[in-house]
């Protein structure tokens, strides 16, 4: 018979994470029976802490991350394109941490796990407090609104408020954990969200010949959509599927980086090193990099190998966008402590002006969108996938429900308006504007989601110029060759660099009840972009996901 044996599934092994105390106010060791000790928490206490927390992941970033960012900018062997992402979003980093523009304009779902030591008292609904926090930060900060209610299976309406938040509360019951609480914040946007995959395998990939190219194939399909570079995590086994789903989101966020190095019989996650910087080479050699093209498509890769059932093999991925928004809390009884974020992103900045930062190069095309749109189309027409543009003029603005009402009027015999026919469309939803500001964070959003739409509304003129983030489906390059349209990819991530710099005037042309999903009319100047798909049949992204890549030798096509 085995010996009895138990060990955490996930056993951290320590906290090294710097924490800022907020106020020793709403917490209070008292005695119970027998002597005992417990902390008491003021149901004001979480609210606070709830709401501190929101605020600063949406303008703050860790100072680690943003030390990975300036290092693309030293490194000689990045691409030109990976160092403009990198310096991008580092002015985005420095308008954001001046507390006005969110970082990125899907302010996200509000996400809190909380883990309750034995001897911690609350009052009431512990999950309620932090949900009020959540609704205090997302109604009175210049934040977006992004949670739909259902009110059938068909039909849905924005709760106008981003809650409800996602809020896991559990026992903890380590020895030495008695009077402490501990949290993780989180703000996760959809574009990030839609990239975590479930891949059930058995045992067959097992082995480094085959797990390398199963890992290559899957890091391939997440496309650049979701904002690289990532902070990427990957997990292999599992006791269930939702365990490693959650194990990969908790390691893209760094959340589990204390777990040891090896495994033992007591059957415990553990991270594995070696395949972490082999799956990052591999990250490096695959061409993608920081959205178009280059070296960095991650910035670090999380790997980690838990228990299994013998006959399943999860195999999840998740990843941490460029906006990586996350903070560790905790209450004991000394106070209420939240991660000290990054304020001062500004230092980071390499040793040119802002102005540099931000003005197009030599080689950078000005397209000016007061033109006809064959005049535009023309222009662009004239250069090949990868050239950098710059757009200068009216923009309308359009994502998933009002593209869907612009197929309704079709289906019912209606014209599309002129709008649609006679400007470039941008798939986004905007944050709310602040007091003073001509825009709130206003970044682009997926343009897969959108890819059903193009064929149709391109037969009827529309949509003959879009522009959005990440890569798109065979249908939308056939489309484009067809009639004549293209697909221009913005940068995924700065949304409040393009509301600082770039967006001069915002207006609303229609459906103003579905509020962020409205449709509305934007001035641009300088807004950056690059040619993705044009009218020939060309794709930036062509061939991004075959599979092709021997560790230890870069393909000749490293760089697009």
């Not at 540099?356 to 189309?377: C, F, K, W, Y």
């Not at 995924?492 to 409205?518: H, N, S, T, W």
């Amino acid at each position: 018979m085995p010996e009895f044996m138990y060990k955490d599934m996930l056993p951290s092994q320590g906290d090294p994470t710097e924490y800022r105390l907020l106020t020793t106010e709403g917490v209070e060791v008292v005695v119970g029976p027998d002597g005992e000790e417990f902390l008491k928490v003021a149901p004001e206490a979480l609210e606070l802490l709830s709401r501190t927390a929101f605020h600063d992941i949406s303008h703050y970033l860790r100072t680690a991350h943003l030390e990975q960012v300036a290092k693309i900018l030293d490194d000689p062997e990045a691409s030109p394109n990976d160092r403009f992402v990198a310096k991008t979003l580092l002015r985005n980093a420095y308008i954001s941490a001046q507390g006005i523009l969110p970082m990125c304009q899907d302010t996200g779902t509000a996400i809190i796990s909380g883990k309750r030591g034995q001897h911690v008292l609350t009052a009431g609904c512990d999950e309620e407090s932090l949900a009020k926090g959540v609704f205090d930060a997302y109604t009175n900060l210049n934040l977006r609104y992004s949670q739909n209610a259902p009110l059938s299976m068909f039909e849905e309406v924005n709760t106008g408020s981003n809650l409800p938040a996602q809020i896991e509360l559990a026992a903890d019951t380590a020895r030495g954990h008695e009077l402490s609480y501990k949290f993780l914040f989180m703000a996760k946007g959809g574009g990030s969200a839609n990239k975590s995959y479930l891949y059930q395998e058995t045992k067959a990939i097992l082995n480094e010949a085959a797990l390398m190219p199963f890992l290559e194939a899957k890091i391939r399909s997440l496309g650049t959509a979701a904002c690289p570079p990532y902070h990427l995590g990957i997990v292999v086994g599992g006791t269930s599927a939702e365990f490693a789903l959650k194990t990969a989101k908790y390691a893209s966020a760094h959340y589990l980086d204390e777990l040891p190095d090896h495994g033992g019989k007591e059957g415990y996650g553990f991270r594995d090193h070696d395949i972490e910087e082999k799956v990052l080479e591999l990250t490096r050699q695959i061409g993608i990099g920081a959205q178009f093209g280059g070296k960095y498509f991650c910035h670090d890769v999380r790997v980690i190998r838990l228990p299994r059932h013998g006959a399943s093999l999860p195999v999840a991925i998740s990843v941490s966008c460029s906006a990586d928004r996350q903070a560790r809390a905790k209450i004991t009884p000394e106070g209420i402590f939240l991660e000290k974020l990054e304020t001062d992103p500004g230092r980071f900045y390499p040793a040119q002006s802002e102005v540099e930062l931000g003005a197009p190069s030599e080689e950078t095309i000005h397209i000016d969108l007061n033109q006809p749109m064959e005049v535009i189309r023309a222009q662009l027409s004239r250069y090949p996938v990868k050239t950098r543009v710059s757009l200068s003029g009216p923009i309308i603005v359009a994502r998933d429900i009002a593209h869907a009402k612009l197929r309704e009027r079709l289906e019912a015999g209606e014209e599309l308006p002129a709008y649609v026919r006679d400007h470039p469309i941008y798939y986004a939803g905007p944050a709310k504007t602040p007091e003073g500001k001509a825009s709130g964070s206003f970044g682009p959003t997926t343009a897969g989601r959108m890819d059903s739409y193009v064929d149709l509304l391109q037969s009827h003129g529309a949509s003959m110029v879009m522009l959005a983030k990440g890569n798109r489906s065979q249908q939308v390059t056939d489309a484009c060759q067809k009639w004549g349209g293209f697909y221009l990819g913005s940068i995924g991530g700065p949304a409040a660099q393009l509301a600082e710099d770039c967006i001069k005037k915002v207006e609303l042309v229609e459906y103003p009840e579905l509020g962020m999903e409205a449709i509305w009319r934007i001035e641009v100047e300088d807004f950056p972009a690059f040619i993705i798909v044009d009218d020939k049949g060309n794709d930036f992204f062509a061939h991004s996901q075959e599979v092709s890549v021997t560790l230890g030798k870069k393909p000749e096509t490293a760089v697009l």
